[in-house]
């Protein structure tokens, strides 16, 4: 299996609070992905990273936030969480820029109350 | 946006009988993929198709690109318990790009012993 290790994999916040989701890598890809999982939607790209301080958006951004310092470290920040983001949130690696063999975490299950 | 649809949303097979899930189309994938998920678990990465007309098979699953490149099929033979799960096909953008995979809403597949 990919070294990808997601923290925390539970989690129930308050709506309005902040929420900071992490996904670790020991594989060295250069590529970082978040994607939420929702019944009915499928796998939604949040945001991507394409190396250390580059990140862009993707599909599903509004509401969220990254940071990428470290290689290996990912984080997603939900500013100020909402109903609406109780998701399954999955991170995902990729040592090519064109998305081919992608591996993923395990998966944060977020409730927002 | 490219958009993928998968069908059917849901089979329920007796085990030993035959399945093909569909994933099309209207836009140009480089490569497609497709990922077997299990409950709690992220998606893991089963085959990638490049070339259009491709054909993969990876034991009693047969894979197949189409000849435009903008649809896929997933056979299985003699479907067994094991193969339930969350099958979801996803596209490769055009051109290269580090900006993620667009998947598809998924198959649940149940194999009834």
């Known amino acids: 299996d990919a070294g990808i290790t997601q923290s925390p994999r539970h989690k129930v916040t308050e709506t309005g609070t902040p929420v900071t989701l992490r996904c670790h890598q020991t594989e060295n890809h250069r590529y970082m992905y978040w994607y939420r999982q929702d019944p009915g939607h499928g796998l939604r790209l949040i945001h991507y990273?394409?190396?250390?301080?580059?990140?862009d958006k993707g599909e599903v951004s509004d509401g969220y936030s990254v940071s990428r310092s470290k290689t290996e470290d990912f984080l997603l920040t939900l500013e100020s969480a909402t109903s609406s983001q109780t998701s399954v949130y999955f991170c995902a690696i990729s040592d090519s820029g064109r998305g081919t063999e992608a591996f993923f975490g395990q998966g944060t299950r977020l409730t927002v109350v | 946006t490219q958009l993928l649809e998968q069908s059917p949303q849901f089979l329920s097979i007796q085990e030993g009988e035959n399945l093909t899930v569909y994933c099309n189309s209207s836009?140009?994938?480089?490569?497609l993929q497709w990922y077997r998920q299990e409950p709690g678990e992220g998606p893991v990465l089963l085959v990638t198709v490049v070339t259009g007309g491709e054909v993969k098979k990876l034991k009693r699953l047969t894979f197949q690109f189409g000849d435009a490149r903008k649809d896929s099929s997933l056979h299985i033979t003699a479907a067994q318990p094991g193969d339930t799960g969350l099958y979801l096909c996803a596209g490769a953008p055009r051109g290269g790009g580090a900006d993620g995979l667009t998947f598809g809403k998924g198959t649940h597949l149940i194999i009834q012993p």
């Open positions: 836009s140009v994938f480089s490569s």
């Open positions: 990273s394409y190396g250390v301080k580059d990140t």
